[in-house]
């Protein structure tokens, strides 16, 4: 049935009509904004999820940034402990030499003094924005310095925890104090006691050395972990909210034909009523 009152062809033809321009209207926005699901509107539960990532992509980059801090921390002690150690070295072979009666033992004496006093200042100088791993005390009162290392999430909205690298002071200003400890030599007698003692401070160095050693290794591959973990999520949060600009592309052509197709079909009914009065000529 025609009527003249109500035009249902008209109708259709408008509702697709609104239909194909909110659908163009949300590509054009896709496209030029890059982002396919840009508001909670959009995908509630997808863009919940990514608000969450994308806060946690924040803090592990957070992250990196004071693990850099704290290799660089750890590299100026550990560049530090590995001099004493040389310095220890270069005082046993002294120490050893003083074994021969036919030698000065007071010109000995004085280069081990002035090693044990670069080893003193070695130990001052080796700190980073006021942290010393080398001293008894890191930064005056504490003994460990912890690194924060990571973020553990239990469940997609679950309750986060951090996680730290703990690092130790060495405590070389009261272990490696051979200024008042190590035995002065005079003859091969007081040389032989230096000489034990002096391979007890060369031991504790180098342990120390070594875990600082171990330590840094520990923080260089967590800051390549936490790297890619942050491109890895970046990617992931890409490719929930992004926009396929090949597929938007493919869509915008298409919704532009059919927006065309829909004006067209509203003209036609619109000029259906007016048929309607050739029946009464």
């Given at each position: 049935?025609?009527?003249?009152l109500t035009n249902n062809g008209a109708m259709v033809a408008l509702q697709t009509l609104q239909s194909v321009n909110m659908n163009l209207t949300e590509t054009q926005n896709g496209i030029?904004?890059?982002?396919?699901?840009?508001?909670?509107?959009?995908?509630?539960?997808?863009?919940?999820?990514?608000?969450?990532?994308?806060?946690?992509?924040?803090?592990?980059?957070?992250?990196?940034?004071?693990?850099?801090?704290?290799?660089?921390?750890?590299?100026?002690?550990?560049?530090?402990?590995?001099?004493?150690?040389?310095?220890?070295?270069?005082?046993?072979?002294?120490?050893?030499?003083?074994?021969?009666?036919?030698?000065?033992?007071?010109?000995?004496?004085?280069?081990?003094?002035?090693?044990?006093?670069?080893?003193?200042?070695?130990?001052?100088?080796?700190?980073?924005?006021?942290?010393?791993?080398?001293?008894?005390?890191?930064?005056?009162?504490?003994?460990?310095?912890?690194?924060?290392?990571?973020?553990?999430?239990?469940?997609?909205?679950?309750?986060?925890?951090?996680?730290?690298?703990t690092i130790a002071a060495q405590g070389f200003e009261a272990s490696l104090n051979l200024g008042t400890s190590l035995t002065t030599i005079t003859d091969t007698a007081t040389a032989a006691?230096?000489?034990?003692?002096?391979?007890?401070?060369?031991?504790?160095?180098?342990?120390?050395?070594?875990?600082?050693?171990?330590?840094?290794?520990?923080i260089a591959d967590q800051q390549l972990f936490v790297t890619d973990l942050v491109d890895s999520m970046t990617l992931g949060v890409s490719t929930m909210t992004d926009t396929n600009m090949?597929?938007?592309?493919?869509?915008?052509?298409?919704?532009?034909?059919?927006?065309?197709?829909?004006?067209?079909?509203?003209?036609?009914?619109?000029?259906?009523?007016?048929?309607?009065?050739?029946?009464?000529?």
């Amino acid at each position: 049935m025609s009527s003249i009152l109500t035009n249902n062809g008209a109708m259709v033809a408008l509702q697709t009509l609104q239909s194909v321009n909110m659908n163009l209207t949300e590509t054009q926005n896709g496209i030029s904004t890059g982002k396919e699901i840009g508001t909670a509107k959009d995908n509630a539960a997808v863009w919940a999820i990514s608000k969450t990532m994308e806060s946690d992509i924040a803090s592990f980059e957070a992250i990196e940034e004071g693990l850099a801090m704290g290799d660089a921390t750890v590299a100026v002690a550990s560049a530090g402990a590995e001099q004493i150690v040389e310095k220890l070295v270069e005082i046993k072979e002294l120490i050893v030499s003083a074994q021969a009666e036919n030698v000065s033992h007071d010109k000995i004496q004085t280069d081990i003094d002035s090693k044990v006093d670069q080893i003193e200042s070695i130990i001052s100088a080796a700190q980073f924005n006021g942290a010393n791993l080398l001293a008894d005390t890191i930064d005056g009162t504490a003994t460990e310095m912890g690194i924060l290392a990571s973020l553990d999430r239990v469940g997609a909205g679950g309750t986060v925890t951090s996680v730290d690298i703990t690092i130790a002071a060495q405590g070389f200003e009261a272990s490696l104090n051979l200024g008042t400890s190590l035995t002065t030599i005079t003859d091969t007698a007081t040389a032989a006691s230096a000489l034990t003692e002096i391979e007890d401070y060369l031991q504790t160095a180098i342990s120390g050395a070594a875990e600082l050693g171990a330590a840094s290794a520990r923080i260089a591959d967590q800051q390549l972990f936490v790297t890619d973990l942050v491109d890895s999520m970046t990617l992931g949060v890409s490719t929930m909210t992004d926009t396929n600009m090949e597929e938007a592309s493919a869509r915008l052509s298409a919704l532009q034909t059919q927006q065309e197709l829909a004006v067209q079909s509203l003209g036609i009914a619109n000029q259906a009523p007016q048929a309607l009065l050739q029946l009464f000529q």
